[in-house]
C-alpha cells in the first residue's frame, strides 16, 4: 500500500517509473543506433548475441557451483568431522 493509504502500492510505481525509463533509455539507443545506420535486423541479432553469451556464462557458473558442492559432499564422506 502507498505511503498515505490510497492508491497503487509504493513497489508499483517504482517498478512502472523503472520500467518507463527502460523504455526511454532504449528509444534513445534505437536513435542512436539508427544514425550510425543500423539497422533493427543488426541491432536484433547483435542483443541475441549478447544474451546467448550472458545465458551461457550464467548456466556455467551454476554448473561450477554444483560441481563444487558436489567435491564438498564428497569429502565429507571420506572424512569424518565438520567442513
Known amino acids: ?27 534513445h539507443e534505437h536513435e542512436a543506433a539508427m544514425k550510425q545506420g543500423i539497422t533493427d535486423d543488426m541491432a536484433e541479432a547483435e542483443y541475441d548475441l549478447i544474451h546467448g553469451a550472458e545465458e551461457r556464462a550464467a548456466r556455467d557458473e551454476r554448473r561450477r557451483r554444483g560441481s563444487m558442492t558436489k567435491v564438498k559432499r564428497t569429502l565429507e564422506k571420506l572424512i569424518p568431522g565438520k567442513h
Open 1 to 27: 500500500m502507498s505511503a498515505d493509504g490510497h492508491g497503487l502500492p509504493d513497489e508499483a510505481v517504482m517498478e512502472a517509473h523503472d520500467m518507463m525509463h527502460h523504455a526511454e533509455q532504449e528509444e
